[in-house]
């Protein structure tokens, strides 16, 4: 595209000049008339000469016309190149911008799903829980009232019995009552321990549940996290958007250095590799913070790589992205 510009500029510019400049019929013109004037005057060594310094003048104004319309070129190149570099960097930032925003939605997005999740789980088990209170609660109603209405069928019977003989039966009578109190003391502790049992063991499979489940929901938010940020730097460096993709790559390293998955940067390091070569110009305050950081992570496991890291650093300028206003705010 830009080969096709500069090509018609030259056309349009320098072609016309040189073929509107560059007349040979009035070099003819001056001769003619000089030699019909001076045709009795003058030899044939004088016309050659004349038309040699007439031939001289032509050819210095037509090189002066060529020299001007070199300038005007040249003006028009460096205005067409800064012209698109300045739209190229416009274009890197809008891009920058657009990712971080997509970012930031999905994983707003994400932890809303997960903190439903965990939710609807604690429902669920506090319900389970209620369900099983009320049901034991039932149980041990159930149980006290059946006992109630055996042991007034107990009193009817023993009313009948001490008519007799009062003393006795009484006595009979007390030691029965004491031994079902016990009884129904000891029963309802059995009852009671029972229940804080199965109470225990059910929080204890609540809590087992709930950090198996976290650590799943963790697990495969960090594995969407991870997708998206390989995503974004596979979908820039294909656009043709290298800083972007190497700063995206940067950041996917780190990641997984996070999750203590250090073997991944035997891939990922390829992919900053290719994007580092393809850049001439490394931001301080995006990107190279980044990558010092990789360097210190890895110079010891991966020393060969990042040592070819480091040589592809060494010929690039170092610049900052964000320049500061007069009242310290960033723009």
Not at 263 to 280: A, G, H, N, P, V
Request: aromatic letters at 10%; charged letters at 30%; hydrophobic letters at 35%.
């Amino acid at each position: 595209m830009k080969m096709k510009i500069v090509c018609r500029l030259f056309i349009i510019i320098i072609l016309p000049i040189i073929f509107g400049s560059n007349k040979p019929d009035s070099i003819e013109r001056v001769m003619v008339k000089d030699k019909a004037v001076d045709s009795n005057f003058m030899s044939e060594s004088k016309a050659y000469k004349l038309l040699y310094e007439n031939q001289v003048k032509s050819n210095d104004a037509v090189l002066k016309t060529i020299f001007y319309a070199l300038g005007g070129l040249g003006t028009a190149i460096l205005l067409v190149f800064g012209s698109n570099w300045w739209f190229n960097d416009k274009k890197v930032k809008d891009i920058i911008n657009e990712n971080q925003t997509k970012i930031e939605n999905i994983k707003k997005n994400i932890l809303a799903e997960l903190q439903e999740k965990i939710n609807n789980i604690s429902l669920e088990k506090i319900s389970e829980i209620n369900k099983l209170q009320v049901k034991l609660k039932d149980e041990i109603t159930a149980y006290i009232s059946e006992f109630g209405l055996k042991y007034n069928e107990f009193i009817e019977k023993t009313r009948d019995e001490i008519k007799d003989d009062k003393n006795t039966l009484q006595n009979s009578y007390q030691d029965l009552l004491k031994s079902y109190n016990d009884n129904l003391n000891q029963q309802i502790i059995t009852i009671k321990e029972s229940f804080d049992e199965k109470t225990k063991l059910l929080t204890n499979q609540i809590e087992e549940n709930y950090k198996k489940s976290t650590e799943k929901f963790t697990n495969e938010y960090n594995n969407i996290k991870r997708e998206i940020l390989l995503h974004n730097a596979d979908i820039a460096y294909l656009a043709g958007s290298n800083y972007v993709a190497f700063k995206s790559y940067l950041d996917l390293a780190l990641f997984d250095s996070e999750l203590n998955q250090h073997w991944r940067f035997k891939y990922t390091s390829d992919d900053i590799l290719k994007c580092l070569k393809k850049i001439d110009n490394i931001y301080s305050d995006y990107g190279l913070i980044e990558l010092n950081s990789l360097i210190e992570i890895y110079k010891e496991k991966y020393s060969e790589r990042i040592a070819e890291i480091e040589e592809n650093l060494k010929n690039k300028n170092i610049k900052k992205l964000m320049k500061e206003r007069t009242d310290g705010n960033t723009l």
